[in-house]
């Protein structure tokens, strides 16, 4: 498996780590060329700053092509940061690619005070470890949207078809269950699409 992974700011050598400690083949998105005709199974949006993360992908030329990528069904993995580019619909800040059907709340838990470590119950996974780091918050998800995790009540894990995202930061801590759950998204696409296609109809 070939994961891209947006190197513009933010943990992505943690992420590659994580992903390349379960099998995966992993390279750095920096500009079109790193994507254009290059085999790429799915890709990760870390965490940063979303308004200039938005700012450097238009900048940068990614915009389109990374757009183009996650509508035609490849999976993509966003944290923090990454959960507000993929949301549809942003408070107290910008959209970028809107594909997920979710509101987000960005700074959700105040600008300076917003880090903190807790743990969420994972749908299908059980306990898993959170580190925040001044993030969002999913204030309502769409009824084709699947809520996978809460902290305070407030949804901080969704999944919507080949869209994963968290509001928190698992490649910051040694449990790797949330990447191995998105290694099997990403199976799960490349073998639906190297299904030889029906010619009945
Ligand atoms: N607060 C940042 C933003 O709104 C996200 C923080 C993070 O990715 N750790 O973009």
């Known amino acids: 498996m070939r994961i891209g992974v947006l190197a513009l700011q933010g943990a992505f050598a943690e992420h590659e780590a994580m992903l390349q400690t379960l099998g995966a083949d992993c390279f750095e998105i920096r500009k079109p060329a790193d994507i254009k005709g290059q085999p790429m199974d799915g890709f990760v949006i870390p965490g940063g700053e979303s308004t200039v993360m938005t700012k450097l992908l238009h900048g940068l030329g990614l915009f389109e092509l990374l757009q183009g990528k ?9 944290t923090c940061a990454g959960l507000i580019l993929l949301a549809k619909h942003v408070q107290g800040g910008i959209t970028c690619f809107p594909c997920m059907d979710i ?18 119950l994972f749908t299908g996974l059980g306990e898993v470890p959170t580190v925040f780091i001044r993030g969002p918050y999913i204030e309502c998800a769409g009824e084709n949207v699947q809520v996978l995790a809460y902290v305070d009540g407030n949804i901080v894990a969704a999944r919507q078809e080949n869209i994963l995202v968290t509001a928190f930061h698992p490649e910051l801590k040694q449990d790797v269950r949330i990447h191995r759950f998105f290694l099997d998204i990403v199976n799960k696409y490349k073998k639906e699409k190297e299904k030889p296609q029906s010619r009945c109809g």
Do not use: D, K
């Not at 996650?70 to 966003?78: D, E, T």
């Open 70 to 78: 996650i509508a035609g069904g490849l999976p993509v993995f966003g």
């Open 103 to 120: 509101t987000v709340r960005r700074n959700a838990y105040g600008r300076q005070l917003g880090s903190f470590e807790t743990t969420a």
